[in-house]
């Protein structure tokens, strides 16, 4: 019982933890950065983000950002075949 008690404590506060340090984590554009619409009832999900992407109130449509360094060669995943050629959207400096 003490043992069921102590795991149930240590996973608590395991989380705890977790959020806390989860919490201070920013995520900072770059200027060669783009930001990309995740909204799979979206005719714009997998473009650049629009306001047409995200819904007031509905946190499972978002928009989630791409830069650079997340798509050095070799693109082995997915989402980095589908979404890296739209770093090559930027707007002229």
Not at 20 to 39: A, F, G, K, Q, R
Request: charged residues 20%; contains cysteine; aromatic residues 10%.
């Amino acid at each position: 019982m003490r043992l069921t008690i102590s795991l149930i404590f240590f996973v608590l506060f395991s989380c705890m933890d977790l959020k806390e340090e989860n919490s201070n984590y920013e995520v900072l554009p770059t200027p060669d950065s783009v930001w990309i619409c995740h909204n799979p009832w979206s005719e714009v999900h997998g473009d650049l983000c629009t306001p047409e992407c995200l819904e007031s109130g509905i946190a499972s449509r978002y928009c989630w950002l791409l830069t650079p360094d997340d798509c050095a060669e070799p693109l082995k995943l997915q989402w980095q075949r589908e979404s890296c050629h739209l770093l090559n959207h930027l707007p002229p400096e």
